[in-house]
């Protein structure tokens, strides 16, 4: 909620990226009290993008803000759900935060680890640009489908 | 710490059992300040053991105490430990739990989830004897450990 992007280079990008749609819903689910009720989709994910100089200002010495744990789940839980529409498996997504901003970011399903990623200064999480996010969860989850395709027989353990 | 069990039945099941050896390790680790240097292995997992009685009085509608979480943390890092042992093979282990007492045993290697447990009621975590405890440990290990012969190339991957 610090920065709203541009609305010329965003009005459509939320529209042409199916995981960006899938990162609106998932925010959407967790806002209980509905602020965000009558926002557009890119407002909504306007605390996603912070700009270099941002994250300069945010200091990695205390403990992850609960809005930005929030955030990440949001993002690997966007990740889960584009994956589970491609491949039809259900997948589970664990967050695992030190105080110090160190982490795991795990995505799996049976047996199969479909996305194990290191968390590092998590209090700075955010992409510089929509499209920056767009394509860094778009790659994500394309790997994440690549891996179950390798192993189906373990995803299905 | 709350209940010592039997000396006569106690005695030699560390000694016997290589999976409470790894145990007392794990809990000897995180002896920051020292307080179990001078006690015996059996009273170091002494707090492993909750009878079913000691159970129904401890309430699950809190969160769960750190201590309890560290011992849980523990029983997988000694899995961990056991199978790395025996396979080779690094493995990582998160333990993700809700204020609920809810949550996951997480302990895997490469791509592959060695370990996926869930968790209720963790508030009260526990075996009713050190034999239990061992009996438990061992099995999880030796399930770890098959998952990984049956599935190497996704545990080096």
Redesign the interface.
């Known amino acids: 909620m610090s920065t709203t992007t541009n609305p010329e280079t965003t009005t459509s990008i939320v529209a042409e990226s199916s995981f960006l749609q899938e990162l609106v819903r998932q925010v959407r689910a967790q806002d209980h009290y509905g602020v965000y009720r009558n926002w557009a989709d890119e407002l909504v994910l306007s605390s996603f993008v912070v700009s270099k100089e941002k994250k300069r200002q945010i200091s990695v010495d205390g403990d992850v803000e609960s809005g930005t744990q929030l955030r990440i789940l949001c993002f690997y839980r966007a990740i889960a759900a584009c994956i589970e529409k491609e491949t039809g498996q259900l997948c589970?997504v664990?967050?695992?935060l030190s105080h110090e901003g160190f982490g795991?970011a795990?995505v799996?399903t049976?047996?199969?680890?479909?996305v194990?990623a290191t968390l590092r200064d998590a209090q700075r999480f955010g992409y510089d640009s929509l499209e920056k996010l767009a394509t860094q969860g778009e790659k994500v989850t394309k790997s994440g489908i690549e891996?179950i395709q390798r192993?189906p027989?373990?995803a299905r353990?």
Do not use: K, P, T
Request: aromatic fraction near 22%.
């Open positions: 589970q664990v967050i695992d795991w795990l799996w049976g047996r199969l680890m479909v194990s891996i192993f027989e373990v353990f």
